[in-house]
């Protein structure tokens, strides 16, 4: 079965550098969320897209954008990158709408982003 | 702050026992709760949920009680096989709110 698909699954950039993740959602799953995970750290929500417009947003940075294109990937692009943007950034989708309270994240592997 | 968190960092049980992870949650208004595993190097996987109308749901293996009056929640995973190892997460969502906050992971080790 198709799963979430994240790139690149590693990344690694000198400080102030920019970086873009993409992710590919489950086919037909429109909803597409962004976490990010310091090590030995719980998911932090970023933000979420629900058709291609944004739904939620959280802790993130204002140095970091995102968008959900006409075909549902997304992509985090980070600028400025800081020490401590080095993580791993986990992209998930779901076939519900955004809001109507379900557990079912399929998660990507992950992009994991070294800032050196 | 509204957060969702885990009581203890790491837990050693011994193969084929009965492993408990608990978890306590801080926003009343949270109504949907789940369970996430992640193994090492992978993304958080779906275990189970439960709404806040119910006390108990359970799966295969795994049973989740919810008491909201003490805002607790737990895991309970029987006859615990070391493909169980991993960290857990319990996470929580309120109606009408796209996200889903995660808690503080708890570290499942396995006991030969």
């Known amino acids: 079965a198709a799963g979430v698909i994240q790139s690149p699954r590693h990344l690694i950039k000198e400080k102030r550098e920019t970086a873009t993740l993409k992710c590919y959602p489950i086919?037909?799953?429109?909803?597409v969320y962004w976490y990010q995970q310091g090590p030995g750290q719980d998911p932090q929500f970023l933000i979420s897209?629900?058709?291609?417009?944004?739904?939620d947003k959280g802790s993130i940075p204002d140095r970091f954008s995102a968008q959900q294109f006409s075909d549902y990937h997304s992509e985090l692009n980070m600028s400025s990158l800081e020490l401590g943007d080095s993580a791993l950034y986990f992209c998930?989708?779901?076939?519900?709408?955004?809001?109507?309270?379900?557990?079912?994240?399929?998660f990507g592997e992950g992009s994991r982003l070294t800032v050196l | 702050g509204e957060s969702v968190g885990l009581h203890l960092p790491t837990l050693s049980v011994q193969e084929g026992d009965n492993s408990i992870i608990n978890c306590a949650y801080s926003n009343s208004a949270s109504d949907y709760f789940i369970w996430y595993k992640q193994e090492s190097g992978k993304g958080p996987q779906f275990i189970i949920d439960?709404?806040?109308?119910?006390d108990k749901r359970q799966g295969q293996r795994v049973t989740v009680l919810l008491n909201k009056t003490v805002k607790h929640l737990s895991l309970q995973i029987a006859a615990t096989q070391p493909g169980d190892s991993a960290v857990y997460f319990c996470a929580e969502n309120e109606m009408g709110d796209d996200k889903i906050i995660f808690g503080k992971g708890t570290r499942l080790h396995i006991l030969p």
């Open positions: 998930a989708s779901s076939p519900d709408k955004a809001g109507t309270n379900t557990g079912e994240l399929f």
């Open positions: 897209f629900y058709e291609k417009m944004q739904s």
């Open positions: 086919p037909r799953h429109d909803t």
């Open positions: 439960i709404r806040s109308n119910m």
